[in-house]
């Protein structure tokens, strides 16, 4: 009966490939499987799929004959189906094997090698190869040939590390809040003059009030470096600043500078300028200035230099980081914009100069 076929049976030359999978499936696992299904599945072995793993194999067996995962029959599949080439897995050899008989051991290579037990014999027929996802006993669970690239914070020229070093560097150190910390000069004073020691005189302590006002170009020209600014903008958390706020534009700055770089909310650049402090403010503009397309662009020119004129006297310092490299300003817009503001290479070097610019 053959119900009661184990998949150990001896070899059979004439049967193709995962034959007795599918006659095990049938009679064992009570699947109502057609011949037809079968050669569905010789189709799709030919195509290259299900050869890479048995996971995979299991995949295409189960979408070519199973209707519904939910159903009984699923259940049934999955058990029966592991159970097939776990009994096709051999005994440990007591002896060590001659190379000889290690030789003749070797996996199948085509169709007409794999037998019901698995146990691969020689076909002079010539036939398509079938990789080692079908070889009975042996389909390893093998990675997915698909492999997407995955970009992570140690790609970035600047890291997290830096960029929160140099932001501390943007100190504007204000005494003010409880008084908590013990002015000594004034201590030592006040018991020459009393004679005696009674309390000590306190002091608050100091708060860096260090503005940071960052401005972002997110134009086409940018989309490169998205990640790149955003993990900047994630970084002003740790940069222990008194203030740190991000606004974008496009290409320059032109009336409005939003507050998101999908653009939907926005603030009046005249609005805005007034309001920045002028002796704890640094500003922070991150725009390739248009050296990525090259070219000289006199509207971008004008319009940059006259936000400049307006954003200078409301700031204690500003600097221009550029994420294209310097090499490619030359003969550019972005070599006209540098002339007018100090302007940085976007890299951990470039970084450190452009917050250290507005050191006073």
Same mark, same amino acid.
């Given at each position: 009966?053959?119900?009661?076929?184990?998949?150990?049976?001896?070899?059979?030359?004439?049967?193709?490939?995962?034959?007795?999978?599918?006659?095990?499936?049938?009679?064992?696992?009570?699947?109502?499987?057609?011949?037809?299904?079968?050669?569905?599945?010789?189709?799709?072995?030919?195509?290259?799929?299900?050869?890479?793993?048995?996971?995979?194999?299991?995949?295409?067996?189960?979408?070519?004959?199973?209707?519904?995962?939910?159903?009984?029959?699923?259940?049934?599949?999955?058990?029966?189906?592991?159970?097939?080439?776990?009994?096709?897995?051999?005994?440990?050899?007591?002896?060590?094997?001659?190379?000889?008989?290690?030789?003749?051991?070797?996996?199948?290579?085509?169709?007409?090698?794999?037998?019901?037990?698995?146990?691969?014999?020689?076909?002079?027929?010539?036939?398509?190869?079938?990789?080692?996802?079908?070889?009975?006993?042996?389909?390893?669970?093998?990675?997915?040939?698909?492999?997407?690239?995955?970009?992570?914070?140690?790609?970035?020229?600047?890291?997290?590390?830096?960029?929160? &070093?140099? #932001?501390?560097?943007?100190?504007?150190?204000? +005494?003010?809040? /409880? =008084?908590?910390?013990? *002015?000594?000069? !004034?201590?030592?004073?006040?018991?020459?003059?009393?004679?005696?020691?009674?309390?000590?005189?306190?002091?608050?302590?100091?708060?860096?009030?260090?503005?940071?006002?960052?401005?972002?170009?997110?134009?086409?020209?940018?989309?490169?470096?998205?990640?790149?600014?955003?993990?900047?903008?994630?970084?002003?958390?740790?940069?222990?600043?008194?203030?740190?706020?991000?606004?974008?534009?496009?290409?320059?700055?032109?009336?409005?500078?939003?507050?998101?770089?999908?653009?939907?909310?926005?603030?009046?650049? &005249?609005? #805005?300028?007034?309001?920045?402090?002028?002796? +704890?403010?640094? /500003? =922070?503009?991150?725009? *390739?200035?248009? !050296?990525?397309?090259?070219?000289?662009?006199?509207?971008?020119?004008?319009?940059?230099?006259?936000?400049?004129?307006?954003?200078?006297?409301?700031?204690?310092?500003?600097?221009?980081?550029?994420?294209?490299?310097?090499?490619?300003?030359?003969?550019?817009?972005?070599?006209?914009?540098?002339?007018?503001?100090?302007?940085?290479?976007?890299?951990?070097?470039?970084?450190?100069?452009?917050?250290?610019?507005?050191?006073?």
């Amino acid at each position: 009966m053959l119900g009661n076929i184990s998949p150990t049976a001896s070899v059979n030359k004439q049967k193709p490939p995962l034959f007795d999978l599918f006659i095990w499936l049938r009679e064992n696992a009570g699947l109502d499987l057609t011949i037809d299904q079968y050669h569905l599945l010789l189709q799709a072995l030919k195509g290259g799929f299900g050869i890479t793993s048995r996971d995979e194999l299991k995949q295409i067996c189960r979408l070519l004959w199973i209707k519904s995962k939910s159903s009984p029959q699923a259940e049934r599949f999955e058990q029966y189906f592991d159970q097939y080439f776990e009994q096709l897995k051999p005994e440990p050899e007591k002896h060590q094997s001659s190379p000889t008989s290690a030789q003749n051991s070797q996996v199948p290579t085509s169709p007409n090698e794999i037998s019901t037990s698995g146990t691969p014999h020689r076909s002079s027929e010539s036939s398509p190869q079938i990789p080692i996802a079908l070889q009975g006993e042996l389909l390893p669970d093998q990675p997915s040939r698909k492999r997407s690239y995955q970009l992570s914070v140690r790609d970035f020229p600047v890291t997290e590390r830096q960029t929160q &070093q140099n #932001l501390r560097y943007l100190r504007r150190p204000i +005494r003010e809040g /409880a =008084l908590t910390e013990v *002015d000594i000069e !004034a201590t030592v004073q006040k018991i020459s003059q009393d004679g005696v020691f009674l309390e000590p005189v306190l002091i608050p302590s100091r708060v860096n009030q260090a503005e940071l006002l960052l401005l972002i170009d997110v134009s086409n020209s940018m989309v490169p470096f998205h990640l790149f600014w955003q993990k900047l903008v994630d970084h002003l958390q740790g940069g222990r600043l008194g203030m740190a706020d991000t606004y974008y534009f496009r290409n320059c700055p032109r009336d409005y500078l939003y507050l998101s770089p999908y653009r939907p909310d926005a603030k009046l650049i &005249q609005d #805005l300028l007034p309001k920045l402090h002028r002796n +704890r403010t640094f /500003a =922070l503009i991150v725009s *390739d200035g248009g !050296a990525a397309r090259g070219g000289m662009n006199r509207d971008r020119i004008e319009l940059t230099a006259r936000f400049l004129e307006d954003l200078t006297p409301c700031v204690r310092h500003a600097a221009w980081l550029n994420p294209i490299p310097e090499e490619r300003w030359q003969d550019t817009t972005a070599q006209v914009i540098s002339q007018r503001v100090q302007m940085f290479e976007l890299n951990s070097l470039g970084l450190k100069a452009a917050i250290r610019s507005g050191k006073s």
